[in-house]
């Protein structure tokens, strides 16, 4: 049995608290699922907060349809696992109906908040849990464990709520879901430290690899029907692999020999680069971009 360092520890057991503070305090809950590693963070916590018993609140993914096939063969994967339940909210079916338009970029990463917002609402889930954490984006930073959302999914700073001793309010109003955050106080480094320690499986493009890559902005972006390369982008082999993972149209490719959880964890010892600043070019679009989508509904 692996022993955690008390920092570890620590974090572990704040999320599994969190974890169970939502369980008991909503009547139908989801869990944010990509297939990326904080999303499976968040999974083997919520594993580990109910054992022996199984995972008392289904998966949900919004696809956007340009995901990295290696994470969605992961997905699966887990999916198949016994007493988990995915459910998909595809994007294409909302541009098909005409709800929602291609855009002129192709990234389809900001498209991703009407699809989450009608499911949230058509499926009943009073609360859903994401990996998303404060070290992450300044926006992000500014979010509660326990982040209400109004009734068309929206977020208001103002309304944030005292979260003191550990406790979490989770009231709200008919209509209204809460959003519900159990590794914001982890970092990058944490998260890797983590895997490490209980051995996790991760989809392979998080460690080194040869992909095609072409440069866009300064990020080194895979070639997809979305739109990539385009005159003047040039296709290149590359060693690389992906720190964070989303749309493959705006998730940067860092050049990397790691190859193992330990050799990531090093590398990241040395990187003077951050997490999404570097990777992720939907978080570029405004200075404000983020947290204009989440006041949309965004997470």
Excluded at 29 to 48: I, N, P, Q
Excluded at 221 to 242: H, S
Excluded at 287 to 293: G, I, N, P
């Amino acid at each position: 049995m692996t022993t955690l360092d008390p920092r570890l520890a620590q974090l572990e057991a704040e999320s599994i608290d969190i974890i169970r503070q939502a369980a008991g305090q909503f009547d139908h809950t989801a869990l944010l699922f990509s297939g990326g590693k904080d999303s499976v963070l968040v999974l083997e916590l919520a594993k580990r907060a109910f054992s022996p018993a199984p995972v008392p609140m289904e998966l949900l993914h919004v696809d956007t349809g340009h995901n990295f096939p290696e994470v969605i063969e992961f997905r699966d994967k887990i999916a198949a696992q016994p007493g988990i339940t995915l459910h998909v909210a595809k994007v294409q079916d909302w541009i098909d109906s005409g709800v929602l338009t291609e855009r002129a970029d192709g990234t389809r990463n900001p498209l991703q908040t009407v699809p989450l917002v009608e499911t949230i609402a058509e499926r009943g889930y009073d609360a859903v849990l994401g990996g998303a954490r404060r070290d992450e984006e300044k926006a992000r930073a500014k979010e509660r464990v326990f982040s209400v959302r109004d009734t068309f999914g929206g977020w208001d700073p103002r309304r944030q709520r005292p979260e003191l001793w550990g406790l979490y309010n989770g009231r709200h109003a008919p209509g209204e879901n809460v959003r519900v955050f159990p590794i914001s106080n982890w970092t990058e480094a944490d998260v890797w430290a983590y895997i490490q320690a209980r051995d996790i499986e991760l989809p392979s493009i998080y460690y080194s690899h040869q992909r095609q890559v072409f440069r866009r902005k300064g990020m080194w972006l895979a070639p997809g029907e979305w739109g990539g390369p385009k005159d003047g982008e040039t296709l290149e082999t590359r060693t690389v692999r992906y720190r964070t993972v989303g749309d493959m149209s705006c998730t940067g490719a860092v050049d990397s020999t790691a190859a193992t959880t330990a050799e990531v964890i090093e590398e990241l010892r040395t990187s003077k680069l951050t997490e999404r600043g570097a990777t992720r070019a939907d978080d570029k679009l405004s200075e404000s971009s983020m947290e204009d989508r989440k006041k949309e509904g965004y997470f």
